[in-house]
């Protein structure tokens, strides 16, 4: 096997190992989300009936907080025609029901009390409850005669859920959280989320501590997110393992504002919601190449209505932008192979002088006008778009439930009856008869003859589409190099 082939070929087998290995043996599948979206109008619907409900219990739990006594709520209720957010005059929110959402809050984060504002006017952490007054559907007006609070609840124009507080008194406050431990097929962990330079993520009953200036706090789960906004102000926080989880101002202030904001993780909403809230979809590093992977599908998918045919066009025009290097990949590895006898009386002539043969050898290469890096290079290239595209199938909820043909119902989901595994190991069989080898060692063929079936095992549990998008990629590599090899 010439040198370019077995780099090529230890880079591959590495990266798959790191990408699909950890991912076989320790993370669980991806969960389908439930996309009835009549149920959630009609949830809506049923909560516009409300207004102010007076001396409505709600039990408040008052594990994470012994100093936060519990207390006598009311709910208030504060909507549009897209979104209903559910507080108790405490502020603490029981429930939010959204049109963009596949979930409600409490069926993502049912743990009674989860998020709770606690108070410090003197010297004691507790929750304070607010007289409330409708302006609107969308506004309330709140006041805490007792300690001098005034302050509003407005749901502005892109459904965010707006919290102003002014006092008379100098205070401080925290927010408390607890969630239980939970994860879902694919890796998917109910989750901390803190925004500030970059995104720190914390699964819920893990013990972490620290401080950071903050733009955005979330919770995480199922791709969805519940995130508090602030205006980017230095906190800390102390994640415990009892799932509980202190986001608690240092500074003492005489004001407060926040807003909420709930929805499913599509990435043009989050955009949209501004605070780089779409730092929450996990592209990680590749991120530079999976955003614009992610526009180009929804780009085809606004055309023809079906992810799969947009994963087949996505995947001709990359194929077709880096031809030129493969085509040099082809024309290199072409000659590779017409000079190999010449490189094997070499090997043989100077077999016990490793030093000339390495001299005779790169003179050789020179003379051919080839490179034995250079078949390897387009493969290098290959794999940042093919962890991207893995990114992109495995965050974006885009992709969730998105049917392709017959029996492939969920792109992001495995091939029921692997039948894309099954032609990926055939495509890629087929490509490696029509690749030049420069080898004729029995046992270097009959690895490089497993190579299909193992990289088919690797990927008969990841998302369909991915495995689309390999099929589809290494057919067209086929025809480019068909088309090379008739030109040269």
Not at 215 to 235: E, M, Q, T
């Amino acid at each position: 096997m010439g040198t370019e082939q077995k780099r090529a070929v230890l880079a591959v087998v590495i990266s798959g190992v790191i990408l699909f290995g950890w991912q076989y043996f320790f993370a669980p599948k991806t969960e389908n989300l439930p996309m009835n979206k009549e149920s959630i109008t009609t949830q809506i619907e049923e909560k516009k009936e409300s207004n102010i409900a007076v001396d409505k219990p709600i039990e408040v739990n008052s594990d994470i907080s012994a100093d936060s006594a519990p207390i006598e709520a009311q709910l208030v209720i504060v909507e549009n025609a897209m979104i209903n957010f559910s507080l108790s005059n405490n502020l603490t929110i029981t429930d939010i029901v959204s049109k963009q959402a596949s979930k409600n809050f409490s069926e993502l984060f049912p743990t009674k009390n989860n998020n709770k504002i606690l108070f410090d006017f003197d010297g004691k952490f507790k929750s304070l409850n607010f007289d409330l007054e409708r302006v609107s559907n969308s506004e309330v007006k709140l006041t805490n005669n007792q300690h001098g609070i005034s302050g509003r609840l407005i749901l502005d124009e892109e459904n965010r859920l707006v919290v102003n507080l002014k006092s008379s008194k100098k205070f401080k406050y925290r927010f408390d959280f607890v969630e239980t431990k939970e994860e879902h097929e694919g890796g998917k962990y109910k989750q901390y989320m803190l925004s500030s330079d970059g995104l720190d993520t914390i699964h819920v009953g893990d013990d972490d501590k620290g401080d950071k200036e903050l733009r955005w706090f979330g919770l995480d789960f199922s791709y969805h997110i519940f995130a508090i906004v602030f205006n980017k102000k230095p906190y800390v926080y102390e994640a415990k393992e009892d799932g509980r989880f202190v986001l608690k101002d240092l500074k003492t202030v005489d004001s407060l504002d926040y807003h909420y904001v709930f929805g499913k993780k599509e990435y043009n909403f989050l955009v949209a919601q501004g605070d780089n809230l779409e730092e929450s979809v996990e592209f990680g590093i590749w991120s530079i190449l999976a955003v614009p992977i992610l526009r180009g599908l929804q780009f085809f998918f606004s055309i023809i209505g079906n992810y799969g045919v947009a994963i087949i066009l996505l995947t001709i025009i990359i194929r077709t932008l880096t031809f030129p290097l493969q085509y040099k990949s082809f024309k290199s590895m072409k000659k590779m192979q017409e000079i190999q006898p010449e490189l094997s009386k070499i090997r043989e002539k100077h077999k016990e002088n490793p030093q000339k043969m390495q001299t005779e050898t790169m003179a050789l290469f020179k003379k051919a006008g080839t490179n034995p890096l250079s078949g390897c290079l387009p493969m290098v290239l290959q794999m940042p778009i093919f962890f991207a595209f893995y990114r992109v199938l495995y965050s974006s909820v885009e992709l969730v439930d998105a049917p392709f043909i017959f029996w492939i119902h969920d792109l992001s989901e495995k091939d029921p009856f692997y039948v894309l595994p099954v032609l990926m190991a055939v495509a890629m069989f087929f490509h490696q008869r029509l690749t030049p080898t420069t080898t004729m060692d029995p046992t270097q063929k009959k690895i490089m003859m497993f190579m299909p079936l193992i990289f088919a095992v690797f990927m008969k549990d990841f998302p369909s589409g991915l495995t689309l998008y390999i099929v589809v990629s290494t057919f067209v590599a086929m025809l480019q190099q068909i088309f090379v090899y008739r030109r040269t």
